[in-house]
């Protein structure tokens, strides 16, 4: 056997509890997702991942067609003032941004920014494309790669210089129209990633601080991965009129004035592949929910050589019958591995469902069906396969979001002030407090502690707190989470 063979057999060496980075490491190579490049922060999505991201995409995109939003795509590269125009935007970003100087050994007569957003670029051809009010609302969103050249720590997916996306940018003629938008975006992310990634986040209001630069406010699904870190999930930005001012975005409304537009912008990334591997799962290696999975059932003969060409032949008729039902089916047929090998390795690679076909089961007209997310095994009769197959796999489904929604729930502890804060933090924690939502209790918070912030406001307490805000002197507005972020 080979020296890669022998390391790929052993699976995952440390434990996931024990030291999350290490784990997540090893579950995303071993699982063949992703790849590092020569480039830091830069990493190679693998056929594996690019698959759960597409169905990612395919959900999103159903969606967004039934919201009339158009595809489209700009350019990656964003001259200097374009970038420029908008103050805020361009300070929230300028430290991150990677810029093209020259073409061969010419220097350019301006610097050209490669896109680490696309406003920019997209409103300046909204200034010349909107006219008057019938060319609203104008949707429009592209699927593409931005680059954030950031100098922490890049975690492949979580924290990366160059991800994937999709960015919606929206314009309406009025703020109701663009306000209205909030919900079903906001409603649209919660439902793909509960219903399809299985994941349950934080959904809430940003804060100040936190918002998006050049946002009015910002709308957020934040995820706790199990080292107690929080990465910020898919959002929602209302820009109001920022942006259109910046960009001179304007038109000729029906009485006849002419007005600047009102604006949007949101998205969800390749961030959330990260999650799901972090949340969902475990020391064999990742597990999927049964929607996103690329192979949801892996079928696997277990080869005697009296009774291979049998077997073959059943494991090939079980794979058609279950593709015609609509289930996504892998055959793994290769015999210079042993059966507890391929076990072993589709169970990294988290494949919801395993059917194991052994002479005995050919016998008997049943299959062993072993679950990945708990490792329940069942013998089931061939005659109900189909049948009992949905029933798994919906259950597993419900059972990640389930997991996912408990793990959140305990993680989650109220606290009066920033020592509570602090300790709940330190122990994995998401603190939850009564706050003030100031700019300089924030900065505050965050110079007092190694790094603590507001990850998002639960938008049906927004007012309601009463008393003295945790961390100063200040009222209470609001309740707010807290944590370290990726
Ligand atoms: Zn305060």
């Not at 729930?409 to 602090?422: A, D, Q, T």
Request: net charge positive; proline share 4%.
């Amino acid at each position: 056997m080979s020296e890669k063979k022998k390391t790929e057999e052993k699976g995952i060496t440390v434990k996931k509890e024990k030291n999350f980075n290490e784990w997540y490491t090893q579950a995303f190579q071993k699982a063949d997702l992703a790849d590092y490049t020569l480039v830091s922060g830069c990493v190679v999505f693998k056929p594996y991942a690019h698959t759960i991201w597409d169905k990612i995409r395919e959900e999103t995109k159903k969606r967004l067609n039934k919201m009339d939003v158009g595809e489209a795509y700009f350019p990656l590269f964003i001259p200097e003032k374009l970038l420029e125009k908008e103050a805020e935007h361009v300070e929230g970003f300028s430290p991150e941004v990677a810029w093209v100087e020259k073409a061969g050994n010419t220097k350019l007569g301006e610097r050209l920014a490669v896109r680490p957003t696309s406003e920019a670029i997209m409103y300046d051809s909204y200034s010349k494309w909107i006219r008057s009010h019938r060319d609203l609302p104008l949707k429009m969103c592209q699927w593409n790669n931005v680059v954030r050249w950031e100098f922490k720590n890049p975690v492949p997916f979580l924290r990366s210089r160059e991800f994937l996306w999709v960015e919606g940018h929206t314009v309406f003629a009025d703020e109701k129209g663009a306000l209205d938008e909030d919900k079903s975006i906001m409603d649209m992310w919660q439902d793909i990633c509960e219903n399809y990634l299985a994941l349950k986040g934080l959904r809430g209001k940003k804060s100040e601080n936190e918002k998006f630069a050049g946002a009015v406010f910002t709308k957020s699904i934040e995820y706790r991965l199990p080292n107690g870190k929080i990465a910020q999930g898919p959002d929602f930005h209302y820009d109001g009129q920022n942006f259109a001012k910046a960009y001179s975005i304007k038109f000729i409304d029906e009485d006849e004035k002419e007005k600047f537009v009102f604006q949007n912008t949101w998205a969800i990334s390749t961030r959330m592949l990260g999650v799901l591997i972090a949340v969902h799962g475990d020391d064999q290696g990742l597990i999927l929910p049964p929607k996103i999975a690329p192979y949801q059932v892996v079928i696997i003969p277990i080869i005697f050589d009296k009774h291979k060409k049998e077997l073959f032949k059943e494991t090939d008729k079980l794979k058609q019958k279950l593709e015609k039902k609509g289930f996504r089916v892998k055959t793994d047929k290769r015999e210079n591995y042993k059966p507890g090998w391929k076990f072993n390795q589709w169970e990294m690679k988290g494949v919801p469902l395993r059917i194991e076909l052994g002479p005995r089961e050919l016998e008997k007209k049943i299959v062993t069906v072993v679950r990945r997310d708990n490792g329940k095994k069942e013998n089931v009769n061939i005659k109900n396969l189909g049948k009992k197959i949905k029933e798994l796999l919906d259950d597993i489904q419900k059972q990640l979001l389930k997991r996912s929604e408990e793990k959140l729930k305990n993680s989650i502890k109220e606290v009066k002030n920033i020592k509570e804060l602090e300790n709940a933090v330190n122990k994995g924690k998401i603190g939850y407090a009564k706050w003030c939502n100031n700019v300089e209790c924030e900065e505050n918070l965050k110079d007092k502690t190694t790094g603590i912030k507001s990850l998002n406001m639960p938008e049906d307490k927004i007012g309601k707190a009463k008393g003295k805000c945790a961390f100063c002197d200040k009222e209470a507005k609001v309740y707010a989470y807290f944590g370290k972020t990726y």
